[in-house]
Antibody
């Protein structure tokens, strides 16, 4: 079955960087656009970024544009999110997801990023 | 990239029907049939309930249905059950090739 397993979260100081990973299995990873979605503690879902199936197209939410970079390695079935210049507003549970508006949507369990001094 | 507007809370008694609205613009909800609805229980990942405005994925109860009129999408839960108590979010593709979620609605079963 489809599995998405996020990793790389943790506690980081404001202004520092962190890289998240998402290991995918159970489907043809290279055939799907992939997303990162976040949820601040006690808050709603927020779309973060999308990378196309072949990595050629990338789109970002305005709140992270210029600071976050989404990428993928189809040979490793892995999705990444490089996060730079982190602020306390970036504290959230980060989910990796596929096909979020389509019939084959799937989400991981999330990895928690805490930005605190 | 403003969030889609949903009511903060909706409640109903067991067996009743409730409807949650999701209002956007012609650049998102009104412009595309790529609207989905998610259910999220506390501490759990979101679960897809409706995709592409009104399609129900395999395994989702037929008590859940979706529709759209203009810039507003709606999720209706019929025959409300205790297990339906959760947060619900809509999501839409946008004209900027990005995606946007709704503000979220807490459903309470009285």
């Amino acid at each position: 079955q489809v599995q998405l397993v996020e990793s790389g979260g943790g506690v980081v100081q404001p202004g520092r960087s962190l890289r998240l990973s998402c290991a995918a299995s159970g489907f043809t990873f290279s055939a799907y656009d992939m997303h990162w979605v976040r949820q601040a503690p006690g808050k709603g879902l927020g779309w973060v970024a999308l990378v196309s199936y072949d990595g050629s197209r990338k789109y970002y939410a305005d709140s992270v544009k210029g600071r976050f970079t989404i990428s993928r390695d189809n040979s490793k079935n892995t999705l990444y999110l490089q996060m730079n210049s982190l602020t306390t507003d970036d504290t959230a549970l980060f989910y990796c997801a596929k096909d979020i508006v389509g019939p084959t949507a799937a989400w991981g369990q999330g990895t928690l990023v805490t930005v605190s001094s | 990239q403003s969030a889609l507007t949903q009511p903060a809370s909706v409640s109903g008694s067991p067996g009743q029907s409730i409807t949650i609205s999701c209002t956007g613009t012609s650049s998102d909800v009104g412009g595309y049939n790529y609207v989905s609805w998610y259910q999220q229980h506390p501490g759990k990942a979101p679960k897809l309930m409706i995709c592409e405005v009104s399609n129900r994925p395999s395994g989702v109860s037929d008590r859940f249905s979706g529709s759209k009129s203009g810039n507003t999408a709606s999720l209706t839960i019929s025959g409300l059950q205790a297990e339906d108590e959760a947060d619900y979010y809509c999501s839409s593709y946008t004209s900027s090739s990005t995606y946007v979620f709704g503000t979220g609605t807490k459903v309470t079963v009285l």
